[in-house]
């Protein structure tokens, strides 16, 4: 899974968003580093819609426009949970082998 | 909101399957007009524009709105990159088990050899790069076959030119000082350049014809 894409699931874990509502929380999620563009929000929503990860919530009128909300399904959520399990899983390897290093070092030193 | 900005967007969307538009584009509009709230913009950014037109490259090319007629074209399309990139993994790993099979062998015994060991060089930084870039894809990882790909074809253009550079140092033997022309005036008040003996015969030892350094061509 990419990360745009972890993302996006991560950002309608909780509650419905609406297309700049995702972008917006993907945002903040990632502290900045994921700025998605619309054009690349919508290529990885219709993906995942048909994967069956996120479904549409429901339409609200903005401004005279409609607007849709998207929320994630079970499916979605089990990504999710597998996916993050899988970065953590990495995460602590790479942290068990910085820190023999570092006691490696400072045995040395 | 800016109508023009509007409908600039909307002819951008264009680009995209009228069926998937069907489905998004509206959604898309109300997105990205929200975005643009408190910008004084009159057109879409080149990030939007060009997120849209990758968007529209996907979709065509290889999504479920792509017509019958462009999913063959891009199944062919992928199966020609998947023997282009089986055929050089195998010619990569053949140089390698011939660079090590034969060079090695002949460098210990004939020492010469490390010339031939520069020449086959190449095979041993490009290839392992090949056979990766085949693996990545066969895998379904494409942007890493794609970089690897592309980072192979740098080294394959610029490899070559160093090898050149270094065999010309180990067939030479030896450094040879760069010289430089200039008019001198000899003894007998003549008008002389040098790499020009005395007698006016060319001093080629010194700096042979098409060398700029003193190098040999």
Not at chain 1, 12 to 23: A, D, S, T
Not at chain 2, 160 to 188: E, K, M, N, S, Y
């Amino acid at each position: 899974m990419s990360e745009p894409t972890f993302f996006v699931l991560t950002a309608l874990v909780g509650e419905p968003r609406h297309g700049y509502g995702i972008v917006g929380e993907v945002d903040q999620l990632s502290g900045g580093r994921v700025r998605l563009k619309v054009g690349s929000l919508y290529g990885i929503l219709d993906r995942l819609v048909g994967e069956g990860l996120v479904e549409l919530d429901r339409e609200e009128a903005y401004q005279g426009r409609l607007r849709r909300y998207y929320r994630i399904t079970n499916a979605g959520l089990e990504a999710v949970r597998a996916e993050a399990a899988r970065q953590a899983a990495n995460a602590r390897a790479a942290s068990r082998r910085l820190r023999s290093i570092n006691l490696q070092l400072g045995e040395a030193s | 909101m800016n109508p023009d900005l509007e409908r600039r967007y909307r002819r951008l969307l264009r680009l995209l399957p009228a069926g998937y538009r069907q489905g998004w584009e509206e959604d898309m509009v109300s997105a990205f007009l929200h975005s643009t709230v408190g910008r004084r913009i009159d057109r879409p950014p080149l990030g939007e524009r060009l997120s849209v037109i990758a968007l529209a490259v996907r979709l065509r090319l290889a999504g479920q709105h792509a017509s019958p007629q462009a999913q063959v074209w891009y199944r062919a399309l992928d199966t020609f990159a998947l023997l282009a990139l089986l055929t050089w993994a195998l010619y990569a790993t053949v140089g390698i088990a011939a660079m090590i099979g034969t060079s090695l062998w002949a460098t210990v015994v004939y020492p010469q050899a490390i010339i031939g060991l520069l020449a086959v060089w190449g095979t041993v930084v490009t290839g392992p790069l090949w056979i990766a870039a085949f693996v990545c894809h066969a895998l379904g990882r494409l942007t890493v076959a794609r970089a690897l790909v592309l980072v192979v074809a740098g080294l394959t253009v610029a490899v070559p030119r160093r090898l050149d550079q270094a065999r010309t140092r180990l067939i030479g033997g030896r450094w040879r000082r760069p010289v430089t022309c200039r008019r001198h005036r000899d003894g007998a008040g003549r008008h002389r350049t040098c790499g020009q003996s005395a007698t006016g015969q060319s001093t080629q030892d010194i700096r042979p014809a098409g060398s700029v350094t003193g190098l040999p061509a």
